[in-house]
């Protein structure tokens, strides 16, 4: 059971756009569309921001999409703010019946 | 208002035994999956167990598959997490995260965790 990889950081001015990979095996991705993401400031606990690959739970700004391609979820946060400085996790259900998380990245607005 | 809340953490030496609570409410419990997802100090996040909303579907890490043993009452709204032979590796805060299906999906709430130090 490896970790999904995510870079381990990544940076952007306000306003501008950045994007957050995750790749995995085909595996770890499963055939049920069960990635998610998952924003988690500094001494916090998890908050969902992503679930089935691009759909955003309530409350949450649509400057926050998800995609998939082939073995690599993405995503992107639009218009970035500074509220949005946190670490960023991916998640998926496997074909194993296991869940996997990504190492996580660290997102710095400069 | 969901709430999940987390007890039973300590400090522990290695090869002891522990138990986590997650008392839950704010929703149909036995409606949901569960899941404990712990994070080392410093670190990611792992999935640790997940239990179906009538305990027929139980996964595990491979970290802790034979060790550790997740269960659920649906009468008293609570999950549990019975960790045995515990390692200084086990050292975590350890989440209670509700399923947003009944058997395998997203988390989409989250406790504050409790958390569990395991030395001599």
């Known amino acids: 059971q490896s970790a999904l990889t995510q870079p381990p950081s990544v940076s952007g001015s306000p306003g501008q756009s950045v994007t957050i990979s995750c790749t995995g095996t085909?595996?770890?991705?499963?055939?049920?569309?069960?990635v998610s993401w998952y924003q988690q400031p500094p001494g916090t606990a998890p908050r969902p921001m992503i679930y089935?690959?691009?759909n955003r739970p309530s409350g949450v700004p649509d400057r926050f999409s998800g995609s998939k391609s082939g073995n690599t979820a993405s995503l992107t946060i639009s218009g970035l703010q500074a509220e949005d400085e946190a670490d960023y996790y991916c998640s998926s259900y496997t074909s194993s019946n296991t869940w996997v998380f990504g190492g996580g990245t660290k997102l710095t607005v400069l | 208002e969901v709430q999940l809340v987390e007890s039973g953490g300590g400090l522990v030496q290695p090869g002891r035994s522990l138990r986590l609570s997650c008392a839950a409410s704010g929703f149909t419990f036995d409606d949901y999956a569960m899941h404990w997802v712990r994070q080392a100090p410093g670190k990611g996040l792992e999935w640790v167990s997940g239990?179906?909303?009538?305990?027929?579907?139980?996964g595990y890490a491979d970290s802790v598959k034979g060790r550790f043993t997740i269960s659920r009452d649906n009468a008293k709204k609570s999950l549990y997490l019975q960790m045995n032979g515990l390692r200084a590796e086990d050292t975590a805060l350890y989440y209670c995260?509700?399923?947003?299906?009944?058997?395998?999906?997203?988390?989409?709430?989250w406790g504050q965790g409790t958390l569990v130090t395991v030395s001599s």
């Open positions: 085909s595996s770890d991705f499963g055939i049920y569309n069960r």
């Open positions: 995260a509700k399923d947003m299906a009944a058997v395998a999906g997203n988390f989409d709430y």
């Open positions: 089935e690959v691009s």
């Open positions: 239990i179906s909303w009538n305990s027929g579907n139980i």
